[in-house]
């Protein structure tokens, strides 16, 4: 068992080193670019602490929806593979659903501040 | 600062001294944030009576282009025709040429006024200027789509049969697969416009970002890097997709205005009634696009072209066409 801070918790403080510390010093593009490392820092740390569950709900979906077997890889080209065909589409019972679900999760980690994903996270009830 | 740039400053004073009548040298010269496709320089051009301030446009580290970009040398001859035709724009100075030494690009006058989407979006200061603005940027693409195309130099074709054919041939490069993207591609076959309209100049970036507005209004239109001719309505569906609207969700025209009143400045600009159900087929596949694109950076990671955490995250900016997708083709229920 590794030892304490997480991954998570160290990060943190990478992200806040840049931001408190690199930034204030940095001037034109590179102050930018300081800025979006640490954004960076922070897709990671959340990818980390969302993924688990997250991957678990979908793969857990894309196996009712296909009623196949595999991997998130395999099912997802499955499923991409069954829309082009035309045997999956938006009447498909579970699809918009499930889409919706997936992008939600992509979006809690990469933008969790953009406007579209913001106004459906806060209209929905929370699971706790 | 290294010495290729010493020899990139040098070389920039040197064309400055020609080019501009007056001048001795150039001062402040600094690269601007963001353009992740194209250098943009600050400078100004100085000498016993001048102070002048201009802008470079150059290609990354000098000569690295767009797969799809027209060419800088094309994209300044677009930049002088439009402004002739009256579309506002910075006069063009000077055009780079390979005896410079300086890479590909060229040399603008500086237009003052502001590029920064968040904040034409936001602030108190363009409060004025954002109600006419939809308005405004139909009937400049109006007077775009207008110019002969006898005068435009030549372009690439790309209708939406081909872009469309051109965008997944992109988006099959990847290995990942997207299930929003294959609904979007089965979404938009179906909806192929049958005859497609006469063919037109497409500026094919305009977005709010690429435009300079001042308190006033649109001051400039900026980018003519992937101009092409193609389906004028490219245009104005391209500047309704979510990213360009920087958080004024509800103000689907760059997040300041309707597409109503767009397509009332379309028309009294003389590019003729327009539905809206095409602009929202252009609308999708734009954001279709900006998605490939997004989700293509990965190869400039991995090949080594280009490892910055901007590259990084523009990459991570995929899933934000995936809601915008979702919201216009499979919107919650």
Known sequence: MQDDPTPAEILETVAQFLRETVMPEMQGRNAFLARVTANAVDVVRRQIELSPAADAAELARLRALLDSDGTLETLNAQLCERIETGAITLTTQGLKDHLWETTLAKLAVDQPNYAAYKRVHDQTPQKT | ?333
Request: aromatic share 6%; proline share 6%; hydrophobic share 45%.
């Open chain 2, 1 to 333: 600062m290294s010495l290729s740039e010493h020899a990139f400053e040098d070389g920039l004073a040197a064309v400055i001294r020609r080019a501009v009548a007056g001048a001795d040298g150039i001062a402040n010269l600094r690269r601007l944030s963001g353009g992740a496709s194209q250098e943009t320089w600050a400078f100004e051009a100085v000498g016993p009576k001048l102070s002048q301030r201009l802008i470079l446009r150059r290609a990354p580290g000098g000569d690295r282009q767009h797969e799809a970009a027209a060419g800088l040398e094309t994209e300044a001859r677009l930049m002088d025709l439009a402004g002739k035709a009256g579309i506002p724009e910075p006069p063009v100075i000077y055009v780079l040429c390979p005896e410079d030494g300086i890479g590909r690009g060229f040399i603008v006058g500086f237009v003052d006024g502001e590029t920064l989407g968040r904040k034409i979006v936001r602030d108190a200061a363009f409060a004025d200027a954002r109600k006419g603005l939809a308005f405004r940027c139909g009937e400049v693409l109006a007077a775009i789509h207008a110019i002969p195309l006898d005068q435009v130099p030549p372009l690439r074709h790309a209708d939406a049969a081909t872009r469309l054919d051109e965008l997944h041939k992109r988006y099959r490069l990847s290995e990942r697969p997207r299930p929003v993207f294959a609904l979007a591609f089965e979404w938009l076959r179906q909806r192929l416009p049958k005859e497609p309209p006469a063919p037109r100049l497409v500026h094919g970036d305009f977005r709010n970002g690429n435009l300079i507005i001042g308190p006033d209004g649109l001051r400039a239109v900026l980018d003519w890097e992937i101009a092409h001719i193609g389906d004028p309505i490219e245009d104005l569906g391209w500047l309704c997709v979510g990213p360009w609207r920087f958080g004024g969700i509800d103000n689907p025209v760059g997040g300041f205005g309707t597409v109503d009143q767009l397509l009332a400045g379309y028309e009294a600009g003389g590019g003729g009634r327009i539905d809206p159900e095409q602009v929202r087929f252009w609308e999708v596949l734009g954001s279709l696009s900006w998605g490939v694109s997004c989700a293509a950076m990965i190869q400039a990671i991995r090949s080594g072209v280009d490892r910055t955490a901007e590259r990084a995250m523009i990459a991570r900016r995929a899933s934000e066409n995936e809601i915008d997708l979702l919201n216009l083709i499979a919107p919650r229920s």
